[in-house]
């Protein structure tokens, strides 16, 4: 695939610098880069983004499993709630933001689907699974 990585399974494209990742079969194939969820920034700085359009689904964690140290009324747990299935990767950027002023764009949803709090849906493919 011209100007993408990987093979023609992957949709991961680069988009000059930044590459996008468009789904959980996407995010699988990069995790072996990132084995840690607090990898985040590597993942960032790396120049890999979650696409914009993509939908977060329910995955197969629930927050006390996924986020085992924090506590309930702690930071992370709000921001976790809030990451509600269905909602775009670009709502929940937003909505982190506002509810933490020191929150960092992807780092949450990194988190989250890294752990399997959550899965990354590409647009349009979404299985309607609800929380």
């Known amino acids: 695939m011209p100007g993408g990585i990987g093979s ?3 949709f991961i494209q680069e988009n000059k610098i930044m590459k996008i990742v468009r789904s959980q079969q ?3 194939l990069l995790k072996p880069k990132f084995p840690r969820p607090n990898d ?3 993942f960032t700085q790396a120049g890999y983004y979650f696409d914009p359009n993509g939908v977060l689904e ?3 964690l629930s927050i006390q499993d996924a986020l085992p140290k924090a506590k309930p009324s702690g930071p992370r747990w709000r921001t976790f709630e809030a990451m509600e299935s269905g909602i775009t990767v670009e709502g929940f950027n937003q909505k982190a933001k506002e509810m933490r002023l020191g929150a960092e764009w992807d780092a949450d949803i990194f988190i989250a689907v890294h752990r399997g709090f959550r899965r990354l ?3 349009g493919q979404g299985t309607g699974m609800g929380k």
Do not use: H, L, S
Request: zero cysteines.
């Open 58 to 60: 329910k995955g197969t």
């Open 8 to 10: 023609n399974e992957t």
């Open 40 to 42: 985040y920034r590597n």
């Open 121 to 123: 849906i590409a647009q």
């Open 26 to 28: 996407d995010f699988d």
